[in-house]
């Protein structure tokens, strides 16, 4: 007989017995602990899930930032004149308490295959040396539906700009060649207003000369959202430019001394124009005066012989001497009519020269 099996099971059976008999003791506490174990399942049960909140535009993160605060935008512009492009307008609006600049999509070209483009001027941001130091740019991109036109999995009809996505390029001063930036992408469907999506823009092949130089007066780079699933508009803020050094460039505060000294010159110039068209102006008037005076002179004159040759042309009508005077007044009167001639033509060559001094 094996008694360690016995005992065994004697010691199984008499824990068995103790556990069932502290289960009647503690049968209260026991019923407690169910009721609140049932509560909480049925609070997990019906608990909802918390909507989301409408994502608000993120602030600048950078003292260079370009963030429309000030309400300017003259270094951007809506581009419209290639096939694909929207047509739109440029302004600054605030987007829940924070400005950006805003593409007004007027939704004239079809949704499909449409793309909005913005024209950002680096060189009038950051002036022709600041530019040719940039190797990155960072901003960040909004999206604002204006139609409920939107199909998701969840439903039809939903007033969301949908999947945001797009790229942008620049002309680099290696012989104009064109150069693509890396695409942007990022999503928001359950709201009007999308939250940012951050764009980077890098200048990969700088070592090669695909960037920006200082004998670039123009340079400039594209912003293009495309893909765009549902009326929208487009918004931009944030934009910074970073060095090779991962340093943001600051963006000119005042004029450069080029851009000064050729403004200097040009109201110089200017002023020099004005003295001159007035001094033109004087002498063309000066000149006239005089004409008129000189031929004011010789009607005085002819009319002075007319009144004296009336005054006595009763007394020798009839004499030598009146035809002597007639003749001399005849010839007075010719010789008014070409001078008075000569004053004309001079008066109009005059006028024709100074107009022609004043297109020089």
Not at 168 to 176: E, I, L, P, W, Y
Not at 299 to 307: H, I, P, R, S, Y
Not at 332 to 356: F, G
Request: hydrophobic share 35%.
């Amino acid at each position: 007989m094996d008694y360690r099996r016995i005992i065994a099971g004697a010691a199984v059976l008499a824990i068995a017995a103790y556990s069932a008999g502290c289960a009647d003791k503690k049968k209260p506490e026991t019923d407690s602990m169910v009721s609140e174990t049932t509560t909480e399942s049925t609070t997990a049960e019906v608990t909802t899930e918390e909507p989301r909140e409408q994502p608000m535009p993120v602030e600048a993160s950078d003292p260079n930032a370009v963030t429309f605060d000030d309400g300017e935008y003259g270094f951007a512009s809506a581009k419209s004149d290639d096939p694909d492009c929207a047509s739109g307008t440029l302004s600054v609006v605030e987007l829940f308490g924070n400005k950006m600049l805003k593409f007004t999509d007027d939704n004239t070209v079809p949704l499909k295959g449409k793309v909005q483009k913005i024209s950002i001027n680096a060189v009038k941001l950051l002036g022709t040396e600041g530019a040719a130091k940039v190797r990155r740019i960072e901003f960040d991109v909004y999206a604002q539906a204006t139609a409920d036109h939107l199909s998701t999995d969840d439903a039809d009809g939903v007033r969301a700009p949908g999947w945001i996505g797009g790229g942008g390029g620049t002309v680099t001063a290696s012989d104009d060649k064109w150069y693509d930036f890396q695409a942007f992408e990022g999503g928001e469907y359950e709201f009007e207003t999308s939250g940012n999506v951050h764009a980077v823009f890098k200048f990969l092949l700088a070592d090669g000369g695909l960037c920006w130089t200082e004998d670039m007066e123009d340079a400039n780079f594209l912003i293009m959202r495309w893909g765009i699933a549902n009326e929208s508009d487009m918004y931009i803020d944030n934009i910074v430019f970073y060095d090779e050094d991962g340093k943001s460039i600051p963006v000119v505060t005042g004029k450069s001394e080029t851009e000064k000294l050729k403004e200097a010159a040009m109201e110089k110039a200017s002023e020099v124009r004005a003295e001159f068209d007035e001094k033109a102006e004087n002498a063309k008037a000066e000149y006239e005066k005089s004409v008129e005076e000189m031929q004011a002179e010789y009607e005085k004159a002819v009319a002075d012989m007319k009144a004296k040759f009336e005054k006595s042309k009763n007394d020798f009508e009839n004499s030598e001497e009146y035809e002597k005077v007639k003749a001399k007044i005849e010839e007075a009167e010719a010789k008014l009519k070409e001078d008075s001639e000569k004053a004309r033509t001079a008066i109009e060559e005059a006028s024709k020269a100074i107009e022609e001094a004043k297109k020089k």
